[in-house]
């Protein structure tokens, strides 16, 4: 089995350095209207992909439906993928304590923090890895929070055949709207499923429609709404996901091998995977298809792509960029 093939991709971005274009990326995306349909499909956006932690707020969600009364920033880190700074480890830390559990009940890795003042304290401390500092903590003490409030066993929690992780599956269904596939493993340790860019951008325009919305769903509203809020949990101060969920005011998450998925307030949406698995070309490429779509003004996308784009540096001064591919000629 695979996803899309090189030959159903289409060339959503390109780096040059100098006058040369360095490098290509392909991949698929859709970007849907508020209405659901599809407003802009390039690639093979009905294939399966692993969306990776794109899908930590539907699993979130199953979290609290399963009992875990997480608050605010705790919710936002439950649906992100954290840089394991100080304040990333406590805000897990403070999770598992409502549960009066430990960071040795996690069932992820032990991980270096990505955050770089975080490390050297660690090291200078004599410290060695630590669960709490990789970048599902989060994800994985909500799960333990769940399991507790709901008198499931604890020890077996990253099992696919979990009651919790079983909720997960009929969440990612209820909101992709497709049955899941492929069921394997992810990074972290717990049970990953396969959906296609379709279903995944359903989900991501039900979370962004739900953001400070009484009539949406109530456990939608409340996940989407904290990832709005508080978007330096989602990611880091300074991340891509941070920068462009506060310029957009919109639900932001990527996942690994290069998926993004955003949802916006109106309820459009984009989901799309580079197929080399970068995400250096992902922001841009989101936010130029929902502005090609016709649901991002130009200026708004510019100010976004300011923020949250890097250069390509030779030495410490620009000499180059990524830049849209051929996919995209004559849609803006």
């Not at 089995?1 to 490098?23: K, Y």
């Not at 406590?90 to 490390?119: F, G, M, R």
């Not at 300011?306 to 030779?314: K, T």
């Not at 620009?318 to 004559?330: D, K, N, R, T």
Request: charged content about 15%; overall charge negative; aromatic content about 4%.
């Amino acid at each position: 089995m695979q996803t899309f093939s090189a030959q159903q991709a289409a060339e959503l971005a390109s780096v040059t350095r100098g006058d040369l274009i360095e490098s290509r990326h392909l991949g698929s995306l859709v970007v849907l209207a508020p209405d659901g349909s599809p407003a802009l499909t390039l690639g093979a956006p009905q294939e399966p992909v692993y969306a990776r932690s794109a899908l930590k707020p539907l699993q979130a969600i199953a979290s609290m439906n399963a009992g875990a009364e997480l608050q605010g920033a705790q919710i936002a880190l439950a649906a992100g993928s954290h840089t394991g700074s100080f304040e990333h480890m406590k805000v897990a830390q403070s999770i598992l304590a409502e549960a009066n559990l430990t960071a040795d009940a996690l069932a992820c890795p032990s991980a270096w923090p990505a955050d770089e003042p975080s490390y050297q304290a660690l090291l200078q401390a004599g410290h060695d890895k630590q669960k709490l500092a990789f970048n599902c903590s989060g994800k994985h003490a909500a799960f333990l929070w769940a399991c507790l409030k709901s008198a499931w066993p604890i020890e077996t929690y990253t099992s696919p055949e979990h009651p919790l992780q079983q909720l997960v599956l009929e969440t990612v269904r209820d909101f992709t709207g497709e049955e899941p596939q492929h069921l394997t493993v992810d990074g972290c340790g717990a049970p990953l499923v396969a959906t296609s860019l379709l279903g995944l951008a359903r989900a991501y325009s039900t979370l962004g429609s739900a953001v400070e919305n009484i009539q949406a769903d109530a456990r939608a509203a409340t996940v989407a709404t904290a990832m709005v809020d508080y978007p330096e949990y989602v990611h880091a101060p300074g991340g891509s996901d941070t920068l462009l969920a506060v310029h957009l005011d919109a639900v932001v998450k990527r996942g690994a091998e290069g998926v993004l998925a955003i949802g916006l307030r109106s309820g459009a949406s984009v989901a799309l995977k580079i197929q080399d698995g970068s995400n250096r070309a992902a922001p841009l490429v989101a936010v130029r298809a929902l502005q090609a779509a016709g649901f991002l003004e130009t200026a708004q996308a510019d100010q976004a792509l300011e923020a949250a784009l890097r250069p390509v540096l030779g030495g410490d001064q620009p000499v180059g960029a990524i830049e849209l591919g051929s996919a995209f000629e004559g849609l803006l």
